[in-house]
Nanobody, 123 residues
Framework: QVQLVESGGGLVHAGDSLRLSCAAS????????MGWYRQAPGKERELVAA??????TKYADSVKGRFTISRDNDNTVVLQINSAKSEDTAVYYC??????????????????WGQGIQVTVSS
């Protein structure tokens, strides 16, 4: 089992930066790919960014050039948000896989999820 705890969310103005962090605990030696998803009110959960165990990354088109995903170590994944937009407002979820090695956009590939953290961008 893997437990995930997100931190760093909050309220920012459009154009500001924000750093989300996700710390994993438990059977962290099993962790392979890690990712960030988000869900806005009335919308489906969508991939924001993912990072493979080897370091390759995948981003949603809407955040390319503004968001950066990285792994500080095997147990922590960070999402750096720059040039925030009002449409980035959502609950952000950290997710990890213990079975895949690529940066998969498919939420079914991630077995463990955090509780979610609110990010609100005011225009």
């Amino acid at each position: 089992q893997v437990q995930l705890v997100e931190s760093g969310g909050g309220l920012v103005h459009a154009g500001d930066s924000l750093r989300l962090s996700c710390a994993a605990s438990g059977d962290t030696f099993c962790i392979s790919a890690m990712g960030w998803y988000r869900q806005a009110p009335g919308k489906e959960r969508e991939l924001v960014a993912a990072v493979a165990s080897g370091g390759s990354t995948k981003y949603a088109d809407s955040v390319k050039g503004r968001f950066t995903i990285s792994r500080d170590n095997d147990n922590t994944v960070v999402l750096q948000i720059n040039s925030a937009k009002s449409e980035d407002t959502a609950v952000y979820y950290c997710a990890t896989s213990t079975t895949i090695v690529n940066a998969s956009p498919n939420s079914r590939d991630y077995a463990y999820w955090g509780q979610g953290i609110q990010v609100t961008v005011s225009s």
